[in-house]
């Protein structure tokens, strides 16, 4: 597939071919049009060319194929019409070796079936005339990327202004030449640019349509409007399967629609009077642009999690502030690329990827806040721990579930592992502070580290060497530590009562 950022190749206008003094080319029969291109040259002397045409061909031919008595037949018109079919673009006849004038019927049969004829004089070669069409192609497709690239410069400048949504369509419209319109998620035109008819600049909006701004290019009538309002809904997602991009064609102006991005509904509309190569780059361009300016900041939790930020900064507690991030529980997930390190794009793109803007980078961990009816699907290139459901208050219980999460799904070469829930079972006959007082006695000759390492070689049944993954330490380092953890708590770990024992202990101590 090409790659979308980069316009393709644009066609050779015919006239700019002709223009060529070098080549001597004459048309001498067909269609003057302007408008007509030539995307590339061919050569064949094949009697019938049209299973080896694409279409869009300068057809190059001496006339070897032409048999002595095929002016008094329908041999010229069965070829001519067979190149139209074909899509060719333009026939040219070379005056040598075989014929020294082209010949007659020929020249009928094109402007029979509307094909423009050249006359390619001896001293111009078919490779000479294939040159000139690349070079062409090359000087137009210089001038279509310049075009491009400094559109997408006036666009990004145009981001960063006050009003940077008006001021990303307007400038859209000028490059396009035509007319860009926002669409919100009901469908209602949020803003749009373009030069009201006249070029007389901005008019009073009809009721019900939000205001419009000058910009290049005419404002579209009735007809266009209604089909670029039902383009739009063809892009505006429905669930899978829903186009992102879409273009069609009212009243002789070229339309196009693009989804934003930013998955709150928002549509790109565009209608100019025609479609240059490299125009689809510069709306898509636009389109990546205004997902960023309509995103969070559109709907309001931009300005929600800042207001949160600030309010903790202030000594709010996490529970006061996490309505204002939206309702419902919260997923804490650990995640740690398999290339390291990780630096904020990468960071930021799995974030992305989980549905949450609330990322935190540290050295070799990305934390990302969920919410919790967004479920959190493995990603390529990142292992990740996964916590139970919490509210704000449980916050720091999940962070420390999602990194035993993290550090299990490494020690099983897992892509994902999600935190245990729990499930009622005998543990639940005695009362949560009965539990948890037994737990701490228990524990009490444990420090932090050795009751970490204990529960977690306890969680991956003893092996050694998982354990070691996990903590990011040495098997024998994870062996020490188990065997004072039994000196302290002066206990066979190797009795399963005993490891059923310390594991209800952990799991209560952990609460």
Not at 420 to 438: C, F, I, Q, W
Request: hydrophobic share 45%; net charge negative.
């Amino acid at each position: 597939m090409p790659d979308p950022a980069v316009p393709p190749t644009p066609p050779v206008a015919l006239s700019a071919l002709l223009a060529r003094e070098d080549l001597g080319l004459r048309q001498i029969a067909g269609p003057t049009d302007a408008n007509t291109v030539i995307h590339w040259a061919h050569t064949s002397e094949m009697a019938d060319p049209y299973p080896y045409l694409l279409g869009g061909e300068l057809l190059l031919s001496a006339g070897v194929h032409i048999p002595e008595a095929a002016g008094s037949g329908t041999y010229f018109d069965d070829y001519v019409s067979r190149i139209v079919a074909a899509g060719g673009a333009a026939l040219g006849f070379g005056l040598a070796p075989v014929h020294d004038t082209v010949p007659r019927a020929l020249v009928e049969a094109c402007d029979t079936y509307g094909l423009p004829l050249l006359e390619v004089p001896p001293q111009t070669t078919f490779s000479g005339v294939a040159r000139a069409v690349w070079q062409l192609m090359a000087q137009a497709r210089h001038a279509e990327l310049r075009r491009v690239t400094e559109a997408q410069q006036s666009l990004a400048a145009a981001a960063s202004r006050p009003d940077p949504v008006r001021a990303v369509l307007r400038q859209l419209a000028q490059r396009i030449g035509g007319w860009a319109v926002l669409y919100g998620p009901e469908g209602a035109e949020s803003a749009s640019a373009g030069r009201a008819p006249d070029g007389q600049g901005p008019e009073a909006a009809p009721a019900g349509r939000a205001a419009e701004i000058a910009a290049a290019g005419r404002e579209p009538g009735d007809v266009v409007r209604g089909a670029l309002v039902g383009l739009a809904a063809v892009v505006r997602p429905s669930g899978p399967g829903t186009p992102t991009s879409a273009t069609d064609t009212a009243a002789g102006t070229h339309l196009a629609a693009y989804a934003l991005g930013a998955g709150q509904g928002f549509v790109l509309g565009v209608a100019a009077p025609h479609r240059d190569t490299g125009d689809h780059t510069i709306a898509s361009v636009a389109a990546v642009l205004l997902s960023l300016l309509t995103g969070e900041h559109q709907s309001g939790s931009g300005a929600a999690r800042s207001s949160a930020l600030v309010r903790l900064l202030l000594g709010a507690e996490p529970e006061a502030v996490a309505p204002l991030l939206g309702s419902g529980g919260w997923l804490v997930v650990h995640g740690s690329p398999d290339a390291q390190p990780c630096d904020p794009v990468a960071a930021a793109a799995l974030g992305a990827a989980l549905g949450s803007p609330l990322v935190d980078l540290a050295r070799d961990v990305v934390r990302v806040l969920v919410p919790a009816d967004r479920e959190p699907a493995p990603q390529p290139g990142w292992t990740l721990g996964v916590s139970a459901p919490a509210t704000a208050r449980d916050w720091p219980a999940a962070d420390t579930q999602a990194a035993r999460a993290l550090s299990r799904a490494r020690a099983t070469r897992a892509p994902l592992h999600r935190h245990g829930t729990y499930r009622p079972a005998l543990t639940d006959l005695l009362s949560p502070g009965e539990a948890e007082a037994h737990a701490r006695a228990l524990l009490a000759p444990l420090t932090p580290p050795l009751a970490e390492t204990l529960r977690t070689w306890l969680s991956l049944h003893g092996s050694w060497d998982r354990t070691a993954v996990a903590l990011a330490v040495h098997r024998n380092t994870v062996r020490q530590r188990v065997a004072r953890c039994a000196a302290l708590l002066g206990t066979d770990l190797d009795d399963p009562d005993v490891r059923m024992e310390l594991w209800f202990a952990l799991r209560h101590g952990e609460r």
